[in-house]
């Protein structure tokens, strides 16, 4: 990982540990210098941090830093963002952070030249507003956590701040034009999120290859990424348990582990499944973190999904080699999930989590709302989310 390469697909990605000191000179060269760093108040608050922000300054960029409420980002979020923005006459945004940073990042970048309100850019809604290249300022992308994949995504997720339920504006205008896959900066990520994070790549991944459509870019995109993030997510978690700091092999499997979000990112284009339907409910009515939610309902979705028919346990079988299951099968694929989960310290089920029997009916309501599992290979009624949440409630 001491190299740093450089990708261009679906931007430009400069990966490799160090690529972070990259960003002065790709600033510069795109005409900019008064950027202002988009992160949430618990990174802006690292050493990391500070020395990045430091370093760019000292690179001849005066540099900003907004770090907003950490969590599951809402509109208000974004709204003070644009503020920060406006104070430091910033001219261009640097996202540094997990998904929720990026994502803030992202939607910023919208609302500074754009009129109305954010969701007005939601483009499954009626009468949206386009969102206008032309008016989005230079953004770059650094990811601190390898889960979402936001950096190299087109679209950001935002809550709205009285139900929380989560909208996703689309757009190719707010995809980062370039971005610094540094592995480095995820080494001081603690194991749990760590953990949360990594589960949330391998499920972009194993949903986007379950999804319906006939996609074979995402496919193969799907199929890699799996198999980086089975082969990197447990020493990710024993170095972070282990606190081995920025020894080769643990920025090794940091980088794998970034390249597996990111192709997971790039391979949800193509659609995603059940488990982020589940998900995504369970931050609405009980804010669990993205990832946790995707990492500790993936299973249960999995079973579920291993009753889709014959083309689909073909899949599933295929997907077991390539993460190196001890058993080749769908019911294999399972419960080799079941043991990562167990092996990364996730939670089996939901009772820890605080989520609890009376919130079934919400939990449901806003699974069925979400669009994700329209892609599901397997239909999804009311009663299976149920069942689903059920079981995960069990244990
Ligand atoms: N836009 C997309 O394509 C997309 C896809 C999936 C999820 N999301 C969104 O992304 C968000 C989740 O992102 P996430 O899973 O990266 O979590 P996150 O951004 O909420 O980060 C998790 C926690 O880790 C901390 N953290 C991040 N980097 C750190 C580091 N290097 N060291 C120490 N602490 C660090 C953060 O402060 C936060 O408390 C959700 O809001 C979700 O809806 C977006």
Known sequence: MKEIHRYSFPTQ??????????????????????????????????PFCKEFQADLNKDGLMCGLHGGRPGNPCESDVTAGVESYREHGADSIIALGGGAAIDVAKAVAVMVDHEGTLFDYEDEREGARPILAEKIPVMVALPTTAGTGSEVGRSTVIAEDDTHFKRIIFSPAILPVAVFADPELTLGLPAAVTAS????ALTHNVEARLAKGFQPFCDGLAMEGMRLAAASLRDCVRFANEKTGPTPEHIHARGLLLNASMMGSVAFQKGLGVTHSLAHSLSTVNDLHHGLANGIMISYAMEFNTQAGPEIEKIFTEMARV????????????????????????????????????????????????????LNPREVTSEDFRKMYEAALAS
């Open 13 to 46: 990605i400069f990966f490799g540990a160090g690529a972070r000191h990259l960003v002065a000179r790709e600033m510069k060269a795109r005409g900019v210098d008064r950027p202002i760093i988009i992160t949430d108040a618990t990174i802006a608050a690292l």
């Open 197 to 200: 994070t990594g589960m949330d």
């Open 323 to 374: 993460v190196r299951a001890p058993k080749e099968s769908p019911a294999g694929f399972v419960d080799w999930l079941v043991q990562l989960k167990a092996d990364v310290g996730m939670p089996t089920g939901l009772k820890s989590e605080g989520v609890k029997n009376e919130d079934l009916d919400e939990l449901v309501k806003y699974a069925e709302l979400d669009v994700c599992h329209s």
